[in-house]
Nanobody, 122 residues
């Protein structure tokens, strides 16, 4: 089970940290990802991290502003979002899959958490 949290309302230029707690699984063979879906748009890839290697991959739109990290002891993956823009407004989802390297394709992920809403005001 994946439980995402940390969304909220923030002004443009601000920061938020999203958390995704994973229960019931040993994450050493998993890659985790964050996706987002804005109103009227398709769900898009944001960032991914593989648990065992720590390797990461980011969408161009967030590179340099967002950072994905993990806490092994807490079985939690984070998405630190900085320099937020109104176009970052979306429902953010965490996902997991037994992959060996980060993957930006939505259909590569088997397990999904509920979304958490991030709203960035201008």
């Amino acid at each position: 089970q994946l439980q995402a949290s940390g969304g909220g309302l923030v002004q443009a230029g601000g920061s938020l940290r999203l958390s995704c707690v994973v229960s019931g699984r040993t994450l050493s063979s998993y890659c985790m990802a964050w996706f987002r879906q804005a109103p009227g748009k398709e769900r898009e890839f944001v960032a991914s991290m593989c648990w065992s290697t720590g390797s990461t991959y980011y969408a161009d739109s967030v590179k340099g502003r967002f950072t994905v990290s993990r806490d092994n002891a807490k079985n939690t993956v984070y998405l630190q979002m900085s320099s937020l823009k109104p176009e970052d407004t979306a429902v953010y989802y965490c996902a997991a899959a037994t992959l060996t390297m980060p993957n930006p394709r939505r259909h590569a992920y088997d397990y999904w958490g509920q979304g958490t809403l991030v709203t960035v005001s201008s």
